[in-house]
């Protein structure tokens, strides 16, 4: 009797390990959710995109040629639907920059030699690594953005019309979208002061001024190329979680060695500055989180 109800309370526990086991596999199963993002304005995203096969990540993003020129108005009306409250908004804003300078491109997309003289190369790779901050700065909430954010135009921002842009593109992944405008190039200046004011090629004439003892520069020829205005959104929101200003400018000038270098003659230097400013845009007011937690 006693063997009987042995056999079958281990017949039990069998069957309960199992249904156990069972159910962890359901509540997994279960867990492994799709996130849904309920996307305020839908957008045209026709990418086309290079997966890493072994990582499975996507290690290019490119927007399909056939349909870029059709979408960029589409995309442009909503960046500036959405970027144009930035200024008005109560946050906390991060300022973060990074200035370099290097070598030219040409047509092709390759490296142009910034001169023939290797004292005045050391002497912008100098500039480069040592001369040029990259300084960031914050905004508190509640700050006024009028005057911190470098946009300049309509009444808070930009005053870019769609003939200023060469593309513009909309890549959605996850919870957020990346907008990429394009300005045309080669861009006038007067093109770029209506979409943004930071920084100048001065900052690094400034530089090279002070080896006037060595060298003196010409004033040099400015062309803007690929010049950008890069956001982030909120899909659910169409609230800007961040925008980037690209100025990228390319130099042509000439450097005339005095002094101790005067047997150095006059050299053509050639090189492209680049400047980009991000501002990470944190709505959060601290007062109610501060109630919040009491």
């Known amino acids: 009797m006693k063997k009987t109800i042995s056999a079958i309370i281990s017949v039990v526990l069998i069957f309960s390990l199992v249904f156990a086991f069972a159910g962890c596999s359901s509540t997994e199963e279960e867990g492994e959710t799709t996130t849904v993002v309920n996307v305020k304005t839908p957008l045209p995203t026709d990418i086309t995109s290079s997966v890493d096969e072994e990582s499975n990540v996507i290690t290019d993003t490119t927007y399909s040629p056939e349909a870029l020129a059709a979408n960029t108005a589409t995309i442009f009306d909503y960046f500036n639907l959405h970027v144009n409250e930035i200024k008005g908004v109560k946050a906390k804003v991060e300022m973060s920059q990074d200035k370099s300078i290097g070598k030219s491109k040409d047509a092709e997309g390759n490296d142009i030699a910034m001169s023939e003289n290797d004292y005045?190369?050391?002497?912008?790779?100098?500039?480069?690594?040592?001369?040029?901050h990259n300084d960031g700065a914050t905004a508190e909430y509640g700050d006024d953005l009028v005057a911190f954010m470098p946009v300049k135009g309509a009444e808070y921002v930009s005053a870019l019309t769609l003939a200023d842009v060469e593309s513009a593109t909309c890549v959605d992944d996850g919870l957020f979208r990346t907008i990429t405008l394009t300005l045309k190039s080669p861009a006038l200046p007067a093109t770029i002061e209506k979409a943004y004011d930071m920084g100048s090629i001065d900052d690094v004439m400034t530089e090279f001024k002070k080896a006037e003892k060595y060298l003196t520069v010409a004033q040099p020829?400015?062309?803007?190329?690929?010049?950008?205005?890069?956001?982030q959104a909120n899909r659910e929101t169409d609230e800007v979680t961040s925008i980037e200003y690209v100025k990228v400018i390319d130099v042509k000038t000439e450097v005339t060695g005095?002094?101790?270098?005067?047997?150095?003659?006059t050299v053509p230097v050639q090189f492209r500055y680049r400047n980009a400013i991000r501002y990470t845009i944190d709505r959060t007011d601290p007062n109610a989180t501060t109630a919040a937690a009491e």
């Open 221 to 231: 020829t400015l062309t803007y190329n690929d010049c950008q205005i890069i956001i």
């Open 258 to 265: 005095t002094g101790s270098l005067a047997d150095m003659g």
């Open 120 to 132: 005045v190369n050391a002497a912008i790779n100098t500039l480069d690594s040592y001369m040029l």
